[in-house]
Nanobody
Framework: QVQLQESGPGLVKPSQTLSLTCTVS??????????WSWIRQPPGKGLEWMGA???????YYSPSLKSRTSISRDTSKNQFTLQLSSVTPEDTAVYYC??????????????WGQGTQVTVSS
């Protein structure tokens, strides 16, 4: 029922800010008690959770990316966004948005977008 779709530029120059939007349909991003995450996968590497925004608007970030990452939302459009500043070629990856919940203290990400390729290059 719930569908997520990433959108944004596929090419970003070094030192600039990467900005992506996740559009959610079939469910509200303010519904208790879900949270909405960004995850990325660099070429040949594993998945990396970047951060999330909860139904309440509270945000959470991976310690390794916290200084460069900002997640926000627009409830009127049922969208949430990712901004990653000061990017380098190492930020090249497929970026995913996902819906999740915490059950018995364990996080689950059970709905994912298809992912979007972002390349950082001059």
């Amino acid at each position: 029922q719930v569908q997520l779709q990433e959108s944004g530029p596929g090419l970003v120059k070094p030192s600039q800010t990467l900005s992506l939007t996740c559009t959610v349909s079939g469910g509200s991003i303010t519904t208790n008690y879900y949270y909405w995450s960004w995850i990325r996968q660099p070429p040949g590497k594993g998945l990396e959770w970047m951060g999330a925004i909860a139904y309440s608007g509270s945000t959470y970030y991976s310690p390794s990316l916290k200084s460069r990452t900002s997640i926000s939302r627009d409830t009127s459009k049922n969208q949430f966004t990712l901004q990653l500043s000061s990017v380098t070629p190492e930020d090249t990856a497929v970026y995913y948005c996902a819906k999740g919940a915490v059950v018995a203290g364990t996080p689950f990400l059970n709905y994912w977008g298809q992912g979007t390729q972002v390349t950082v290059s001059s």
